[in-house]
């Protein structure tokens, strides 16, 4: 146990500095807080609206390419310090590894992450709208030669089932 006491110190001795500090803090200089003071601020944008209650999932899958490319790099470097003694097995290792990683990147990609413009409003078709357009219309029947004159309509097919 004894060896363990020098670790128990330095873990009190950090906590108590941490404690001091922030005792000291709200002492010397206790919190005023004003409107501009609470207001959020990134980059010299200053928000005119707002911000909405829930984030975009936008947001979620641009940190999920950071996550993704901060691990890779935690995982690149001690593989260049140590590929000669590594030999094919980790040539191996390490081509799966940028596989996955750049199958999950495409995933993200291919879910609009870097589409940052406004988005696309899809106007939608007045042809579902007419009157004139109906199942008969707009349907066309695949494979009714041969069969039964009763069976030719899907309407007739439901009065023979029943």
Known sequence: MAQYLPLFMLLILAAAFGGVSVVMSRLLNPPKPTAAKVMPYECGIVDLEDPPERFPVKFFLVAMIFVIFDIEIIFYYP?????????????????IFSAAVFESFLYLISNGVLDWGPARHVRKSNLALSRDRTVE??????GTEGRADGLSHIGDAEKVVA
Do not use: C, K, P
Not at 137 to 142: D, F, G, H, K
């Open 79 to 95: 593989f260049t310090m140590i590929y000669r003694e590594l030999g094919g097995y980790g040539i191996a290792a390490i081509v």
């Open 137 to 142: 219309t707009t349907i066309r029947r695949v």
